[in-house]
């Protein structure tokens, strides 16, 4: 689904770098989604924004900062990471809450 | 609480044999379900969801999975697997009233096909 982008791509940073991800779908869509995808693990949801107001919040810490300025963008900023937040994020949106969700590719982030 | 189960973190299946990787899931009421597949390096894309209605669900890329809610299953099959099918599937579960967009996933199953 080439609807939803992310940007970058890839990521490195140190503990003490500021960084944002982008995120942007051409769907038309309402719902936007931050997920975190680690090695040997689930794929966590992380937030929900619906008609640009956060829903969900899955007890993510203080140093992931979303912000959804409109339906069609979705930023994830970082601050302070630690090596343990290294992992794919991952964007994706739906027409409304409880439809299928698209996902974009992805930014694999390594915090060094 | 809400769990989704895929008991085989690796598969391996020759070209042109069936393919069916197995989920349970965990939840009271009446689930949406979903399967989404991932190859290397790239996001998740939607192969099939089951909300309602018909217990057999057709998918693309000639994949189906049918929904069994005695066995709390939603096990995909496809009858012939193709060697472009090597990646990595994931099974999803959403509260089918809940409007919140919560999906559950399970850890995922590799795909590996031997020529």
């Known amino acids: 689904e080439t609807g939803v982008t992310q940007t970058p791509r890839h990521l490195v940073m140190g503990m003490t770098n500021k960084k944002s991800l982008k995120c942007e779908q051409h769907l038309g869509h309402n719902a936007m989604y931050w997920y975190k995808q680690s090695a040997k693990k689930p794929l966590e949801l992380m937030f929900v924004?619906?008609?640009?107001?956060?829903?969900e919040n899955n007890s993510v810490p203080s140093r992931f900062s979303p912000e959804c300025p409109n339906s069609s963008h979705l930023f994830l900023h970082l601050h302070t990471l630690q090596p343990e937040d290294s992992a794919l994020y991952l964007c994706a949106s739906s027409l409304e809450r409880k439809e299928t969700q698209y996902f974009g590719p992805g930014t694999r982030l390594l915090v060094l | 609480a809400q769990s989704v189960t895929q008991p085989d973190i690796h598969i391996t299946v020759s070209e042109g044999a069936s393919l069916e990787l197995r989920c349970n899931y965990s939840y009271g009421a009446t689930p949406y379900l979903f399967w989404y597949v991932q190859s290397p390096g790239q996001g998740l894309q939607l192969l099939l969801k089951y909300f309602s209605g018909d217990t057999l669900v057709q998918g693309i890329k000639g994949f189906e999975a049918e929904f069994k809610r005695s066995q709390s299953s939603f096990n995909l099959r496809k009858p012939s697997v193709h060697w472009s099918d090597a990646a990595e599937y994931f099974c999803?579960?959403?509260?089918?009233?809940?409007?919140?967009?919560?999906?559950?996933f399970g850890q995922g199953t590799t795909l590996q096909v031997k020529p």
């Open positions: 924004y619906n008609f640009k107001e956060q829903t």
């Open positions: 999803a579960v959403e509260h089918g009233s809940s409007n919140t967009g919560k999906l559950i």
